[in-house]
Structure formats: structure tokens, C-alpha cells
């Protein structure tokens, strides 16, 4: 089956060495806009005085937007090619900003614009990752990972500092941040004109919707001899790689806001900022822990899944000490776990893909890893009956038993080659 749709392929066009930094540029932008209402959450409780629980939500319909935006621009990419799904993408990004910008007051607007702002980074992190690992020409398998991993780090990191910043100290708290990320963003899909396609359109990518349906659910489908690997080590760990993030920057700063009083939107920003990067700075550990082709030890996922445990016990013990420094320790060690999840996550996914189904697996990947997101808003809307004690020792307990499946998967299976049939 494989053999016969590449065959039928056009031959891709040659790409310069260089050609993934512009897609890379893509993925910073929809990341910075992806990231930048984080650390607002307090702004627009205290401004534009909605509840916790609202304030998740809006965080809730990030999460709505980018399922489609993960499972169905990867296998259109695949089919269609990756250069207009990811235009479209970026554009998408820039239109959130500016509904955000325009709308700030208006509940409704700010669940429009999250939900887009959703399916911009659905389409960056599935076509973009698959685009920059298609575009670099370098010997080591993993390079590409984590240059995707990193430039959409990178631009949660900077697009939440900066938003917090702007936001704490800035004029037009609840328009000033959008327009920069407007004005960063508003180039990026020209230059994308300019990139090497990877993926040239199927002779067949226009023909009847039941057909094109049907090879959209072929591109998302786990090849059959890396089914147990995902099973027992991608599937556990991949939740946590978001919802770690969201205990450290949207979990925390609300529980010790009272401690902090002012300072808590410049606090919610320093917390974001230290999760993510050290997220960036423990990437590089994934691929070490990982092992090459030949070394294949798998050690990376137990190692992610080790640290999150960790974390989230001391989420657990500060919901009730309530300390700011422990929170900010908390931010750093889950930090460290994300950034080895998420590329040990993607370097499995890499291995287990085929040429034609690359994105769409992508896809997938991300869609399980940003299931996680949704934590806190689980959580909020659970604090009517319990308290933050009790439901993050849960969260603590349910990464232990995570990390028992991990070590289990690990010893078992090993990560699987892409399949050629």
C-alpha cells in the first residue's frame, strides 16, 4: 500500500539546508500565540472579572480547538501537501489575536478567539514538526525533534513572557499583548511561500469525500508492529507532557496568589517562563536518554515520567503550604519533565511512522499530550466538592501509576523502525 502511493507521488522539490528555520518561525509564532493569555488568567479575572472557573474554561476551549486542528491537518498535510495546511495555520493564528484584541470583554469572543488560536497551534505542531523533520538533511535522527520541540517551546516560553510583561507594567492590558504577536506573525506565512514542498499532492487528494475520509483515518492508525510500544509507553506518558505544564503555570499561581497580591500577573508570567524553559534546556537530555538506532534503551520516557511524579507530589504538598518558592521549584521540575516527555514522546512517534502518515501520527501524538491540558479545568470544576489537597494527591498518585506502565512498556517492547508496507 505504501509502495504504491509513493510511487504515485510527484518527486518533491529540492530543499535548501536552511528551509526549516522559516517553518520553524511558523511554529515559534503559533506557539507565542498559543501561550500568550496564560499567564492573563489573573488579568481577566481582576479586570474583566470573570470566575476560576471561566478563566479555565477559556483554557478548556484552547484545548476544543486544537483536537481537530492536530487529527485532521496532519493526514491532509500528507495528502495535500504541508505548505498550505501550515499558511493557513499561521493566518489562523494571527486572526485569534486579533478577535482577542478586539473582544477582550466579551466572554464569547474569548472563547472564539482561544478555539482558533487552538487550531493554528493543532496545525503547527503536526504539519510544522513533520515539515522541519522532512526539511533537515542532518545524519542525527533526533535533530529534528528537537529543533520542533524546541521552537514551539520557545515561542510558549517568550509569548507568555512577554504577554505578562506587557500586560503588568504596559498600556491596554487586554490588547497590547495581541498586537505584538500580530505584528511578529503577519510576514511569517509570505515566507512560507518560499519553502520547498515535502509533500506534493496525491493524484488521488481530490477525489470522492468518502475516499479522502477514508485515507485521512489510514494516515492517524498506529502501524500494527509499534501498536504495543504506544499502548504501554506513549499513550501514559503523553498526557503529562501538557499537564504538567498546566499544574506549574495554571494551577499554581492561582492556589498562592494570595500570597504574592500585586505581583501575581508578574509571578503567573515567571512561572510560565521557568516551566518552559526548562523545558528547553532539558531537551537535549531526551535524546542522550533515548539511545540512537542502535541503542534503542528507551530510558527517556521512565526518566520524564520519574520527574512528573516528583512534581506533582510537590504540587500536592504546596496545595497545602502554599508557598510561592515551593511553587516556583514545583514550575522547574515539571519544567524539566515536559521537555523530556515531549521529545522522547516524538522521537517514538518518528520511529514508528511510515513517509505518508508522518504528520497525521504526529498528530495524533500531540492530541494525547495535550489531553493534559485540560487538568486544570477538571480540577476547577471538581473544587465544588473537593479540596486542591486531596484531588492533586490524586494527580499525584494517577503519575505513579502512569510511571509503573512506562517502566513496564519500557522492558517489553523498544521502539519500532518505521514500517515500509
Known amino acids: 500500500m505504501l509502495e504504491s502511493r509513493q510511487a504515485a507521488r510527484p518527486s518533491a522539490t529540492a530543499s535548501r539546508p536552511d528551509s526549516w528555520r522559516i517553518v520553524a518561525a511558523a511554529m515559534f509564532v503559533c506557539g507565542w500565540g498559543g501561550n500568550q493569555f496564560t499567564p492573563l488568567l489573573l488579568m481577566y479575572r481582576r479586570l ?14 484552547y484545548v476544543v480547538g486544537l483536537v481537530p486542528g492536530l487529527l485532521l491537518a496532519g493526514p491532509v498535510s500528507d495528502r495535500r501537501g504541508r505548505r498550505p495546511v501550515l499558511v493557513a495555520g499561521t493566518v489562523a493564528s494571527a486572526v485569534a489575536s486579533l478577535v482577542l484584541c478586539f473582544g477582550g470583554q466579551s466572554a464569547w469572543a474569548i472563547y ?18 513533520s515539515w522541519v523533520k522532512e526539511l533537515s538533511t542532518e545524519s542525527d535522527s533526533g535533530l529534528a525533534a528537537r529543533r520542533a520541540a524546541l521552537c514551539q517551546t520557545a515561542g510558549f516560553g517568550l509569548g507568555a513572557g512577554v504577554a505578562g510583561v506587557v500586560a503588568q507594567w504596559g498600556p491596554w492590558p487586554m490588547v497590547t499583548p495581541y498586537a505584538a504577536h ?21 493524484p488521488d487528494a481530490t477525489g470522492s469525500l468518502r475516499g479522502l475520509l477514508a485515507g485521512l483515518v489510514a ?31 495554571a494551577v499554581m499561581p492561582q492556589l498562592v496568589g494570595s500570597r504574592v497580591g500585586h505581583w501575581g500577573l508578574a509571578y503567573a508570567t515567571g512561572l510560565t517562563v521557568l516551566t518552559l524553559g526548562m523545558g528547553a534546556a532539558a531537551q537535549p537530555v531526551a535524546k542522550r536518554l533515548q539511545g540512537g538506532a542502535r541503542n534503542r534503551t528507551g530510558r527517556a520516557p521512565v526518566a520524564a515520567m520519574t520527574v512528573m511524579v516528583l512534581g506533582a507530589t510537590l504540587c500536592a504538598a504546596n496545595a497545602v503550604l502554599l508557598s510561592p518558592w515551593l511553587a516556583a521549584v514545583t514550575a522547574a521540575i515539571l519544567g524539566a519533565g515536559y521537555g523530556v516527555a515531549v521529545v522522547s514522546g516524538l ?32 480540577l476547577a470544576t471538581l473544587s465544588t466538592w473537593l479540596s486542591y489537597p486531596v484531588m492533586l494527591t490524586a494527580v499525584a498518585a494517577a503519575a505513579l501509576i502512569c510511571l509503573v506502565l512506562v517502566v513496564t512498556g519500557t522492558r517489553v517492547t523498544a521502539p519500532t523502525p518505521p514500517t515500509q508496507s
Open 112 to 129: 472564539a478567539g482561544r478555539l482558533i488560536t487552538g487550531v493554528a497551534v493543532g496545525i503547527a505542531m503536526a504539519v510544522g514538526s
Open 219 to 249: 494516515d492517524l492508525r498506529v502501524p500494527a508492529p509499534a501498536r504495543r510500544r504506544f499502548r504501554l509507553v506513549v499513550l501514559p506518558m503523553a498526557p503529562w507532557v501538557f499537564g504538567a505544564a498546566g499544574l506549574a503555570y
Open 347 to 378: 522521537l517514538d512517534i518518528q520511529r514508528m511512522a511510515g513517509a505518508d502518515d508522518l504528520a497525521g501520527l504526529t498528530g495524533v501524538y500531540y492530541t494525547l499530550a495535550y489531553a493534559g491540558f485540560l487538568l486544570p479545568t477538571v
Open 48 to 61: 474583566g472579572g470573570y470566575s476560576a472557573l471561566s478563566v479555565d474554561a477559556f483554557l478548556g476551549a
Open 182 to 202: 500580530i505584528l511578529l506573525t503577519v510576514a511569517i506565512p509570505a515566507l512560507l511561500l518560499r519553502v520547498p514542498e515535502t509533500r506534493p499532492p496525491l
